[in-house]
């Protein structure tokens, strides 16, 4: 396993568009016995409530949510470019019908407070969920985003988290 070391939030020194919009992240929660795990490319990281935060948004039907829902702890993964297959694979099927982790063959680490996540990312960031909430569509000023984005009316699910670890692997 590579060695990783501990940075404070403010030295993360990529940018945030590119690293949850172009670049993807994993989104996982569960334990190291249980976990599941998918790409996301909407989300973000800021101040909130004077905490360094991660919000991501996640479906209801996906069963990442499950988990999520289910632990007080999350974790967000970034990886390089030459991971793109297994970002597509978590976020294209299902871990209910396959075990994502055999399928990708990623190292599963345990975090301080039990928080699934990879070896393989070049950036990991442990959270311990703040708040969970459900896109409402009575809330939207733009409506068409809703026959845009939501033809199902399948409105993501909201999770605010303080972000209290980030690593990097050593040099």
């Given amino acids: 396993m590579r060695e990783f070391k501990q940075i404070q939030q ?4 990529k940018n945030v568009f590119e ?4 670049d993807w992240m994993l989104v996982t ?16 990281l800021g101040v909130l409530w004077h905490y360094p935060v991660a919000f991501v948004f996640v479906r209801p039907q ?23 297959d297994v970002l597509k694979l978590c976020g ?31 950036l990991v960031l442990e959270c311990r969920k703040l708040y969970a909430g459900a896109i409402d569509s ?8 809703i026959s845009k984005e939501y033809p199902s009316e ?4 909201i999770y605010i988290a303080e972000i209290q670890r ?4 050593k040099d």
Avoid at 10 to 13: G, H, P
Avoid at 62 to 80: A, K, M, V
Avoid at 138 to 145: E, L
Avoid at 154 to 157: A, G, I, L, V, Y
């Fill in 29 to 44: 929660a569960g334990t190291t016995e249980a976990c599941n795990m998918m790409t996301a490319s909407w989300g973000g």
């Fill in 92 to 122: 294209s099927k299902s871990g209910r019908d396959i075990d994502k982790v055999k399928e990708t063959g990623l190292t599963v680490r345990e975090g301080e407070h039990g928080t699934v996540w990879f070896d393989e990312s070049k």
């Fill in 62 to 84: 996906r069963y990442t949510d499950l988990f999520i829902r289910e632990n007080d702890f999350l974790s967000l993964c970034f990886f390089e470019e030459s991971y793109r």
């Fill in 10 to 13: 403010k030295d993360v020194d």
């Fill in 166 to 169: 980030c690593m990097v692997p």
């Fill in 19 to 22: 690293l949850i919009g172009d």
């Fill in 154 to 157: 399948d409105f993501h699910h």
């Fill in 138 to 145: 009575n809330n939207f000023i733009d409506t068409s985003i």
